[in-house]
């Protein structure tokens, strides 16, 4: 087994071993069924990464638009939640901290997808996920901060 993260192939949001039976993962933030299964692209020619990576800037867009409604679906959440947090329940704001990752996880799914297409086990993939992974972090915090939660 390679030692990348798996990620949801809908939201591109890292998977957690535990929220499965180990091979079969339910994403904990867009709920979509995961299957995991071996990475693919280490060790494949260029040429085959690169017909990979064309196949997948296509399926990026399809993704892109398919996420639309969820997307807006999790804002609205975020949003009542939202109202709730500021006036002191703790449990809405735990709840609208995960929303918002869902969120901000579908804005870079596309991208995600495209990386890990071509190989996720190739390093500069490896760093693209690493920042995408600290840029949502960092986001997560600030919302953590304005509802007045405690970082992680
Ligand atoms: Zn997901």
Do not use: W
Request: charged share 20%; glycine share 6%.
């Amino acid at each position: 087994m390679s030692s990348h993260t798996f990620r949801c192939a809908n939201c591109g949001a890292p998977l957690q071993s535990g929220d499965g039976d180990g091979v079969h993962v339910r994403c904990r933030y867009c709920r979509a069924e995961n299957v995991l299964s071996r990475s693919i692209g280490a060790g494949d020619d260029p040429a085959t990464k690169g017909r990979r990576l064309q196949l997948a800037a296509v399926e990026a867009q399809a993704l892109a638009k398919r996420n639309e409604e969820r997307s807006a679906a999790l804002m609205a959440e975020f949003e009542a939640l939202s109202l709730a947090a500021h006036q002191g329940d703790r449990e809405a704001a735990e709840e609208a901290v995960v929303l918002m990752e869902g969120y901000l996880r579908l804005q870079y799914a596309p991208t995600v997808h495209m990386y890990t297409s071509y190989d996720p086990t190739d390093p500069a993939v490896v760093q693209a996920m690493q920042q995408i992974d600290a840029a949502v972090h960092q986001a997560l915090a600030a919302v953590r901060e304005s509802f007045g939660l405690p970082p992680r």
